[in-house]
């Protein structure tokens, strides 16, 4: 299971890497669950990146619109990352095909995964069922699905859904030959519920900062005990 950190600064990467962090998802809390962050800022993380440490960048919570969407993509894997992230907010799993399908055709001369998130909170926001995403994804070339939550007010992930439903959704993932990733708003007592499932990525970012998400600051020492918790 990698260990996926959202820093949305070079110096709270910096806090990630030191703490042991598998995956540097660049994101900006401002702009939401799934924000976008500016590409000066993804460049300086790239650069300062160590060999084996992959970088994700967030391309923000998309409604319908496939133009915007991938020239976002397009954008971030020019910049060298690993993995491009797209909050999926439309409701009709005809709209979320083909906003998958511009978004993998974007970066598709380029050696980065996609992921498509959905929402554990799909209900109240009015998005698609993130259960749909995985096969979305199967048919329009991804390569990860993750559930995460829209709103940051309180409510995690497991206040949304169950260990059985996550599990269905990671089964559903791994049956389209897709990697499957959990975040929103964790707690240690929900990892350790999460950590003996088969998930392949835990997201975090208040988890491991000291003060709120969007305000406070990734603490390194935060990191490396989380780490270490997994690998128990």
Same mark, same amino acid.
């Given at each position: ?14 806090? *990630? ?16 669950? !799934? ?60 709209? *979320? ?59 995690? =992930?497991?206040?949304? =859904? ?15 030959? !897709?990697?499957? *990733? ?51």
């Amino acid at each position: 299971m990698k260990l996926l950190v959202s820093p949305k600064s070079v110096e709270e990467a910096k806090a *990630a890497i030191k703490g042991g962090a598998d995956i540097i998802d660049v994101k900006n809390p401002k702009e939401g669950s !799934l924000g976008a962050n500016f590409p000066w800022v993804i460049k300086e993380i790239k650069d300062i990146l160590p060999s084996g440490i992959e970088l994700s960048a967030a391309l923000g919570d998309l409604n319908f619109k496939p133009g915007t969407a991938s020239l976002a993509a397009y954008g971030a894997v020019s910049l060298g990352v690993d993995y491009i992230k797209a909050g999926f907010l439309t409701a009709e799993k005809k709209e *979320a095909r083909e906003l998958a399908n511009k978004i993998s055709n974007a970066v598709r001369n380029f050696n980065a995964k996609v992921v498509l998130a959905g929402y554990a909170d799909y209900k109240e926001i009015g998005s698609i069922s993130p259960f749909i995403l995985p096969e979305v994804a199967g048919e329009e070339g991804a390569h990860v699905v993750m559930i995460d939550t829209a709103r940051k007010e309180g409510r995690g =992930l497991l206040d949304y =859904l169950n260990v059985g439903e996550l599990e269905k959704f990671i089964q559903l993932a791994h049956e389209h030959e !897709l990697k499957a *990733a959990l975040a929103g708003s964790l707690k240690i007592k929900d990892i350790k519920l999460l950590k003996d499932t088969d998930a392949d990525i835990i997201g975090v970012r208040s988890l491991v900062c000291i003060g709120d998400r969007i305000n406070g600051r990734i603490s390194a020492k935060k990191v490396r005990e989380l780490k270490e918790f997994l690998r128990r």
